[in-house]
């Protein structure tokens, strides 16, 4: 069979990808006025985007918090603060029931002064004085930040006219070498971003310095992902790592040793790690090194020196199995958390580094449901009175969030606040299934029942689902979900289907590239398991999906549109022909494979759902979400796919925020509404 070539017929609807341009704002404007009067008219939709908004605004939330110096951070946002209030307190305070915050910065001051949509970005720190900051702030939610210089102590910016660093607004990485000197990526001028439209040059930045004249340290090649640079200012352990992200999978490491690079000896696949001495290691393949072959997923440590030495004897200090991946871990001064996820569920274990051999134990904590952990550790402070401590929080479906400050090495916990319960749970339920694929892989699914539902095939279900970038979908408490969905007597489903992280690296690679059709194919049979149990029926049952996941209901739904009534396609990707030439779309190859090369255009074509759309066909009716401030994802795709539905006279609705970036949405007011829109939606087609 000859190979599908990639010249596609010239696309009507490319105008569309024009973000700004007149033309498509008109388009998007009638679109949203269109969807906007029809779901804002059911009766449903006031109360919905009501209780929308008192969760979101909500006193009684639990602020989630970081630690810079001596204190804990939070951004919090309610009706008073939509661009909200970056706040700080004592931990002495948080423990209270209602602490007393200081205001370091208003967003919403700042944005009526400045006469700007400003969302906070994040920000870094010089330690240990924690004085200066770089702030980066992002217009409308874009992943592109402008960089200010901060003054913690007088909660002031410094102005670049008295010597403040400050970087227009771009994609731009930038850490503090020392108080007058930074690393940066950033967009210099031509040549100096990848395709993926990241930093590829990184450089060495003086104050009072044009940026233009800051000295080049490390580059890389236009085809890569980005690169990168990090200090770590660990007294005793003080390095310059640079990285250069070949794809989103594979990275070459260096260190800046006087003055030259040395790199990493290791597999690209191979994610290195620097935890003072040692130098943790994880593999995403099979590693055979040393004589020893570690598997995919596992964890690895070994004296840092040693290593550069050239040592290969490894200590494994997680191995995963079938059913068990690890799913992140956290360093304290002296121990190793392990967040391990089994069956979809966190447990947690332990290394203790502070004898001369480490001991491992199993941490008790709640199961099954989902674990985080923060360590409270900074390793810049000489005496850390919380170098051991760590915060960790759990939630299920059906729990609400706890939040703990815990202590490595034993299992002691403090509760420092606990969420509110946001729904009556009372008569629901959750259970985990398995749907057997189309190759015979047998994928897990959850499924929440609302009170006194019967598996009678009458339940509106809703089935979520992501399968890429080795995300996982875990267990957690959604009170928006709950009041909106589980309450109103809606049963939700949530899908582990392959190209997530569920079960590590073998799991998601098992549906990358050219068997990305393993996604699709775990999605549907979970749908036609759904029906099979009759838990739902095709009636009843909608699809959601974001990003990677909007593609996943996109070609989802075009392939196999007779079991669905609606669809939630948000923010998502669905031109897969010209994805890499849109924003970072060019990033992502390792997932789906370039579409210029005609072999991989070949296997990409097959499930593109642009190019897939027929006319004279029935589909459900669907509601394409996206944000014209998504520099991630372009809201080109959104657009295309609906216009093309409209011109072949399918039935569909289009919601397009101005603002939100990948987010969809950059205040609580937007969120309530997009969410209103949603659900809305999905009653209106699957209610009984």
Request: overall charge positive.
């Amino acid at each position: 069979m000859a190979d599908i070539k990639p010249q596609a017929p010239t696309d009507p609807f490319e105008w569309l990808e024009d973000v700004q341009g007149e033309r498509a704002l008109d388009w998007v404007r009638q679109r949203n006025a269109v969807t906007l009067k029809e779901l804002q008219s059911r009766a449903d939709y006031a109360p919905i985007r009501g209780q929308m908004m008192e969760l979101l605004k909500a006193k009684d939330r639990i602020p989630q918090i970081y630690r810079i110096g001596s204190s804990l951070y939070n951004h919090w946002q309610d009706d008073k603060n939509p661009r909200g209030l970056w706040r700080r307190t004592s931990l002495a305070e948080y423990r209270k029931a209602e602490p007393q915050w200081e205001t370091v910065l208003d967003l919403d001051e700042l944005g009526r002064t400045e006469k700007e949509n400003w969302v906070f970005g994040g920000l870094t720190c010089l330690a240990p004085a924690y004085r200066q900051c770089l702030l980066m702030l992002s217009r409308g939610g874009a992943d592109a930040v402008v960089v200010r210089e901060f003054d913690l102590i007088d909660k002031r910016f410094i102005a670049p006219e008295q010597g403040g660093f400050y970087v227009a607004e771009a994609k731009t990485d930038v850490g503090w070498i020392d108080k007058d000197t930074l690393f940066i990526g950033s967009d210099f001028g031509p040549g100096s971003q990848t395709d993926s439209g990241y930093p590829r040059q990184v450089r060495r930045w003086q104050r009072g310095q044009p940026l233009k004249d800051a000295a080049l340290v490390f580059e890389g090649k236009t085809q890569d992902v980005s690169v990168s640079a990090s200090v770590d200012h660990t007294p005793g352990y003080e390095r310059v790592i640079l990285r250069r992200g070949l794809d989103f999978y594979n990275q070459e490491t260096h260190l800046l040793q006087d003055g030259k690079l040395v790199r990493l000896d290791l597999p690209t696949d191979v994610s290195p790690s620097f935890w003072k001495d040692r130098l943790l290691l994880s593999p995403r393949k099979a590693w055979t090194v040393g004589g020893k072959t570690y598997p995919a997923g596992s964890l690895l440590a070994i004296d840092a020196k040693a290593f550069l030495r050239g040592d290969r004897k490894f200590q494994q200090l997680f191995g995963p199995t079938k059913t068990r991946s690890l799913a992140g871990y956290t360093t304290t001064s002296q121990h190793l958390l392990l967040n391990i996820s089994d069956k979809v569920a966190s447990r947690l274990e332990e290394w203790n580094f502070a004898g001369a051999k480490p001991v491992h134990r199993k941490v008790e904590a709640p199961f099954p449901g989902t674990l985080s952990t923060s360590s409270l550790y900074d390793s810049e402070l000489p005496d850390d009175e919380l170098a051991n401590r760590y915060l960790i929080s759990y939630s299920d479906f059906l729990t609400p969030s706890t939040l703990s400050l815990a202590q490595a090495g034993n299992d002691r916990r403090e509760l420092l606040k606990s969420g509110k319960t946001r729904f009556d749970a009372t008569g629901m339920r959750a259970e985990q299934l398995e749907a057997r694929s189309k190759d015979g892989t047998r994928v897990p699914y959850f499924v929440l029942w609302p009170a006194g539902a019967k598996a009678d095939g009458n339940n509106p279900t809703l089935l979520y689902g992501y399968g890429g970038f080795e995300i996982p979908l875990q267990p957690g408490y959604s009170g928006g979900m709950g009041r909106a969905w589980l309450a109103r007597g809606g049963v939700y489903v949530m899908a582990n289907i392959r190209g997530g992280g569920e079960f590590g690296p073998t799991w998601h690679q098992a549906a990358t590239k050219a068997n990305k059709q393993r996604s699709y194919d775990d999605f549907i049979a979970v749908a036609e398991d759904l029906i099979k149990r009759r838990i739902s029926s095709p009636r009843h049952l909608g699809i959601m999906g974001g990003s990677n996941g909007g593609l996943l209901v996109g070609a989802t739904y075009v392939q196999r549109p007779e079991l669905f009534n609606a669809v939630v396609c948000q923010v998502p990707l669905l031109d897969m022909r010209r994805y890499h030439k849109l924003l970072a779309g060019a990033s992502w190859m390792a997932e789906y494979g370039n579409p210029d090369d005609p072999a991989e255009w070949r296997f990409i074509s097959k499930y593109s759902p642009y190019q897939n759309l027929q006319a004279g066909k029935h589909y459900p009716k669907v509601l394409f979400t996206t944000s014209t401030r998504d520099d991630r994802v372009h809201p080109g795709h959104a657009r295309k796919m609906a216009a093309l539905m409209q011109a072949q006279g399918h039935k569909m609705l289009y919601y397009e925020n101005i603002e939100g970036g990948h987010g969809g949405a950059a205040d609580i007011e937007q969120s309530a509404t997009l969410l209103a829109l949603e659900y809305s939606y999905l009653w209106q087609q699957l209610g009984r």
